[in-house]
Nanobody, 128 residues
Framework: QVQVEESGGGSVQAGESLKLSCRVS????????AGWFRQPPGKGREAVTA????????YYADSVKGRFTVSQDPVRNTIDLQMNDLKPEDAAMYYC?????????????????????WGQGTLVTVCS
């Protein structure tokens, strides 16, 4: 049973930083995809970033390139999203999701419809 759990949300001022963490369990040591998605109030869910734990190209939405960085922390066994220079438009509920990987080798299209396993979400608020 794959489980996904996010942590680290909060309220910050514009220009500040915040780090979210995602803990994924249930793949029994196999590689997998972890995606971060966000859903602003009243809007649809959009992909922010996606990473395959076995390596390869990492996806970033254009709106976060240069400001957000996704990484694996092997010690804490988490997928972390470092968000710098936060803007009011970054405010949203952030979700982590996982996918076993296409043929176990790379991530699918970064669409929320491709991901089956989801966390409950963590709220990020950015005050201007």
């Amino acid at each position: 049973q794959v489980q996904v759990e996010e942590s680290g949300g909060g309220s910050v001022q514009a220009g500040e930083s915040l780090k979210l963490s995602c803990r994924v369990s249930g793949y029994n040591g196999d590689f997998y995809c972890a995606g971060w998605f966000r859903q602003p109030p009243g809007k649809g869910r959009e992909a922010v970033t996606a990473i395959f734990t076995g390596g390869g190209t990492t996806y970033y939405a254009d709106s976060v390139k240069g400001r957000f960085t996704v990484s694996q922390d092997p010690v804490r066994n988490t997928i972390d999203l470092q968000m710098n220079d936060l803007k009011p438009e970054d405010a949203a509920m952030y979700y982590c999701a996982s996918h076993p990987g296409i043929h176990g080798r790379y991530c699918p299209t970064p669409s929320p419809f491709e991901y089956k396993y989801w966390g409950q979400g963590t709220l990020v608020t950015v005050c201007s």
